[in-house]
């Protein structure tokens, strides 16, 4: 079994394979690996799944409960058109650019029931980096931009929800939502590691390791 699989089977299943009737968004489908594990619990729990790519992903199922929407992920006023008022699973992985993932979470976070779950692929820039066998810039920078964004938001929305990830292979966000408030907006984390306070603490160390 591939690590992207292994993740999803680890990390991700276990938490909504028992929801009943359960109504999954994913976005990104790609070669329907994530497609065909949502499915099958939809398919056992008598629930729905609504895929959304911009290429033709059509032929990956052929059944009822799966629903294939060819658009671009942030389409909001047209993908809301064909789900029900509240979904419980919203899957992201589809455009890993950190503003892109923040657009699509604030923009879908309404439609997830409380109790429901926001899952986001690629948080982990450790694979990445360049003495890894994946070695990639683009996807070093914006796996690592992602994961800060994902903290600045839940630095404001602590109350709201949960979050926990998993560094499996690329890593996985989860979110877990508490109650049907607003995502509060938020600003960049008030970090400390270019203080002054930081900078002469580190030459201190320094100095006294020398």
Not at 72 to 82: G, H, L
Not at 107 to 113: E, F
Not at 117 to 141: A, G
Not at 165 to 182: H, R, V
Request: charged share 30%; proline share 3%; aromatic share 12%.
């Amino acid at each position: 079994m591939d690590e992207y699989s292994l993740k999803l089977d680890k990390f991700l299943i276990p938490l909504i394979s028992k929801i009943s009737n359960p109504i999954i968004l994913e976005l990104g489908v790609e070669n329907g690996r994530s497609t065909k594990k949502f499915f099958q619990i939809c398919k056992a729990n008598n629930g729905k799944l609504f895929s959304v790519d911009i290429k033709d992903c059509s032929k990956i199922l052929n059944d009822s409960n799966w629903n294939f929407l060819k658009s671009r992920d942030d389409n909001f006023e047209y993908i809301n058109s064909k789900l029900p008022e509240k979904i419980d699973v919203l899957f992201i992985d589809s455009l890993h650019e950190a503003n892109h993932v923040k657009k699509l979470i604030y923009g879908y976070y309404p439609k997830i029931r409380k109790e429901g779950y926001i899952f986001i692929d690629d948080i982990s820039h450790l694979p990445y980096l360049k003495d890894q066998p994946r070695n990639n810039f683009y996807c070093e920078i914006n796996n690592k931009e992602t994961f800060k964004i994902l903290l600045s938001i839940y630095s404001k929305n602590i109350e709201n929800f949960e979050l926990n990830f998993s560094f499996m292979s690329s890593g996985l966000a989860i979110i877990k939502k508490l109650n049907d408030n607003n995502l509060l907006p938020f600003d960049n984390l008030q970090e400390r590691n270019q203080s002054l306070k930081n900078i002469l603490r580190k030459i201190w160390k320094k100095l006294k390791k020398d």
